[in-house]
């Protein structure tokens, strides 16, 4: 039989933060909550300490914890976003730290005060999930759940399953990542008592699996309850709000990889699974003997990024993404895209990568008509190509044929004449509008490997990024 307790112990030690780091986080916990205190009592507000540490659910470098503001649910969002910034600048001013106005919902102050990150989040103190005013308005509902739910004991099951998910890049669930947000994995706990059975039960998930902890549902609600939370892998309802799922952005591939995950490390438990393995990016070689082997072509659109914050601009990328693919794909052009995907450092460089299975065709395009029984169908079809024909009309079994010049031999030159465009047309096209501004401004065709070397040269992550779209491997669970 397999032990995994040394395992996990060994793993622990690494993972707990130090009495050092505990210490200063609780001073300046401590030094933040009274100045809150006293701004908040101001405008007859009161703050509230959340995030990890308030149940010691926090791994050692994440020295960050929030404070709500919880202001009367009298005020206008107009008054909350104006006191609720006023007491922020206040608290961090106080404290002697510096900080930045940042934008969600609502603005908000973020700042660092002695090493740590601290945000502070103006939200109204409503009694109810049902009367939340803003999406922020249900975290001291959660906090005050987990502090009823979630005994001490367990917070080292919560740790293990945030670094198990953290080290392969399953922990979060902000755009980019699309995986298993904090408040999620200590659900998943509080349900399964602990990290081993959090994996054990992840095998036996199907998509639309529906976890309710607190019961709101009965089995025979479960089909309407999947039609409302439609295609969504895993249902897992807000105890605190029977209407949400925690879960929902948890995206179909990182449901799987995180089964596939489950099934290997209770297999072949590895201290290793628990820590990033450092990503090498990929090499000209190999880069050169994948597309010898696939016999694909690369294109990759360049372009700066729009200046957004990433929740909104990962989205737009992959829309972008699509709507490239499915412009390529139009019936009347005939290539295929055999995969897409999409890169940003969020800083200066934006790519949408498409490997085309079809990138150029013949200068010869066939169009083939109606039957020559159908007069109106064949004089609309004869006048449509009337002085456009290489060959034809003429007649195939009973159809009419016509071989016209192919307007778009290529899906490079298809690409550039649809994003060569005024950003008014590009928006009309489907493509995000953020984007498409970037897009009007310029951007770069790439598919010579020497440049796209350039590029990883420049940008370590963007060869890593290359590197993992040639290696996916099975996600299939035995």
Known sequence: MVDYSKILKNVLKKIKPSPEERKKLNSVIR???????KEAK???AKPMIAGSVTRDTWLPGKKEFDVFILFPPTMNIKQLEKKGLEVGKRIMKELKGSFRIEYAQHPYVSGNVEGIEIDIVPCFNVNSTENLKSAVDRTPFHVK???KNLPLKLSDQVRLLKQFLTANKLYGADAKTEGFSGYVCELLTIKYKNFLNVLKQALNWKPGEII???KFYKKEDFFKLRKMFFKQVLILIDPTDKNRNTAAALSAENFFKFKKLAEEFLKNPREEMFFLREAKPIKEKELIEKILERKTELILIKFSPPDVVPDVLWPQLRRFAERLESILEETKYEFKVLRRA??????DLAIVLLEMEVSSLPAVQKKVGPEVFDLEDSKRFLEKYKGLAINGPFIEGKNWVVEIDRKFKTAREKLFDSLSVDVSILKAKGIPNNIAEQIAKGFEMI???NRIMELVA???DFGVFLRDYFEKGSLVVD
């Open 31 to 37: 030094k933040c909550l009274k100045v809150a205190k």
């Open 42 to 44: 101001k405008f007859k």
């Open 145 to 147: 759940y987990l502090q």
């Open 212 to 214: 309710d902890l607190e």
């Open 342 to 347: 999409c890169y940003t450092n969020e800083k």
């Open 447 to 449: 598919s010579d490997v």
């Open 458 to 460: 420049k940008d370590r």
